[in-house]
C-alpha cells in the first residue's frame, strides 16, 4: 500500500496523499465485502448490534431505581419470570431484567475502554521497540516479558484490591495487564515492515523517524492492530466478569459479572433460581462469542496466510 501511495499519475493532477487515501478506501471497501461474506463474521456482527443498541436504549426502557433495593420493598422476592417481571426477581425483589441491562452497559463499557487502552499502549511499545531496536526494544521486550511470565489473574486481582472497586479502576488493571502481547505482534510487523523497500527509499530521501511512521508504518499495521482488538474485547469482558466475581467489581454500578457474583452469594443455585444468573451468563457467552467470531474473520481477511489456509 505505501509503496503505491507516493506514486502519481503522470498528467493526473491528483496528489500523493489523495492517491493514497483513495487506495485505503478502495482496501476498505474489499475487506468490508470479504466480512460480508463471511456467516459467522455477519453473524457475530448482528449480536454486537443488538447488545449495543439496546445497552444505548436501556434508560429508556428501564428505571435506574429499580437496582435500589430500598426501592423494591414492594416487589416479591425470587419471584420466578412473570408479565409483571420479565425476568423475575432476586432475593431482594430487584427485578433481574434491569440489572441485566444495565450491567450490558458496564460490561461493554469495560471491554471496549479496556481494549482502547490495550491497543494504545501495546502498539505504543510494539512500534517503538520495532523501528528504534537496540536498547531500547530490549528495555521494552523486557519489560513485556515480565507481564507475561507474572500470572495474569493473580497481578489482576493483587492491583484492583490496592486501588479499590470502580469502573476506572478495573480498565486501568485490565490494560496495564493485557497489553503485551499486542506489542509483540506489532513489534513483529513493524520489523518486517522497517526492512522493506518503500521504507529504505523514504530514509534516503531524507524522510524523518516521525514521518515514515506516520506515512508507511502505521497504515500496514493498522489491520493487524484491528483484528487484535476485537480479539482484546472477548478477554477485558471476562476479567471484569472475574473480578467482579470475586467481589472487586464496582459495588455501585451494576455488571453481568458483579449479577453472577450475588446470585452465588444468594444462594441462587440452590434454589433453584435459574432466572438469576442464567442472563447474566448467557449475554457474557453471547457478546465474548461474537466479538471472537468477528476478530477471527478480520484475522482471516487481513491475514494473506490464514486466507490460503482456508
Known amino acids: 500500500m505505501s509503496e503505491l501511495s507516493d506514486v502519481v499519475v503522470p498528467g493526473s493532477a491528483q496528489s500523493p496523499r489523495s492517491v493514497a487515501w483513495a487506495r485505503r478506501r478502495r482496501a476498505a471497501g474489499e475487506v468490508w465485502a470479504a466480512f460480508r461474506r463471511h456467516r459467522q463474521a455477519m453473524a457475530g456482527l448482528i449480536i454486537l448490534l443488538a447488545v449495543t443498541v439496546m445497552a444505548l436504549v436501556t434508560p429508556l426502557l428501564a428505571d435506574r431505581t429499580g437496582l435500589s433495593a430500598v426501592d423494591s420493598l414492594d416487589n416479591p422476592v425470587w419471584a420466578s419470570p412473570s408479565g409483571d417481571f420479565f425476568l423475575g426477581t432476586d ?12 450491567g450490558s452497559r458496564t ?72 497489553w503485551p502481547y499486542v506489542a509483540r505482534i506489532t513489534r513483529a510487523q513493524v520489523l518486517s515492515l522497517r526492512q522493506r523497500l518503500f521504507v529504505e527509499r523514504a530514509r534516503a530521501l531524507g524522510a524523518s523517524r516521525r514521518h515514515i511512521v506516520r506515512q508507511h ?5 493498522a489491520p493487524l492492530i484491528l483484528a487484535n482488538a476485537t480479539l482484546a474485547v472477548p478477554i477485558a469482558i471476562l476479567t471484569e466478569t472475574t ?68
Do not use: H
Not at 508504518?217 to 499495521?221: A, R
Open 243 to 310: 473480578l467482579a466475581f470475586l467481589g472487586l467489581g464496582d459495588s455501585r454500578n451494576p455488571s453481568w459479572g458483579k449479577s453472577l457474583e450475588e446470585a452465588y452469594t444468594a444462594g441462587a443455585i440452590t434454589r433453584n433460581a435459574w432466572w438469576y444468573y442464567l442472563p447474566a451468563g448467557i449475554g457474557i457467552i453471547a457478546v465474548v462469542l461474537a466479538f471472537t467470531m468477528c476478530g477471527r474473520a478480520l484475522e482471516e481477511i487481513l491475514d494473506p496466510r490464514l486466507r490460503e489456509r482456508r
Open 91 to 102: 432475593n431482594l425483589g430487584r427485578s433481574v431484567a434491569v440489572q441485566f441491562l444495565y
Open 217 to 221: 508504518i502505521l497504515p500496514n499495521v
Open 107 to 178: 460490561s461493554l463499557l469495560v471491554g471496549v475502554a479496556a481494549t482502547m487502552l490495550i491497543v494504545v499502549i501495546g502498539s505504543l511499545v510494539g512500534v517503538i521497540a520495532g523501528f528504534i531496536g537496540g536498547w531500547v526494544d530490549s528495555i521494552l521486550m523486557r519489560l513485556s516479558d515480565w507481564f507475561l511470565v507474572i500470572p495474569f489473574l493473580p497481578l489482576a486481582i493483587v492491583l484492583a484490591r490496592i486501588l479499590g472497586p470502580s469502573i476506572w479502576n478495573i480498565i486501568f488493571v485490565i490494560g496495564v495487564t493485557s
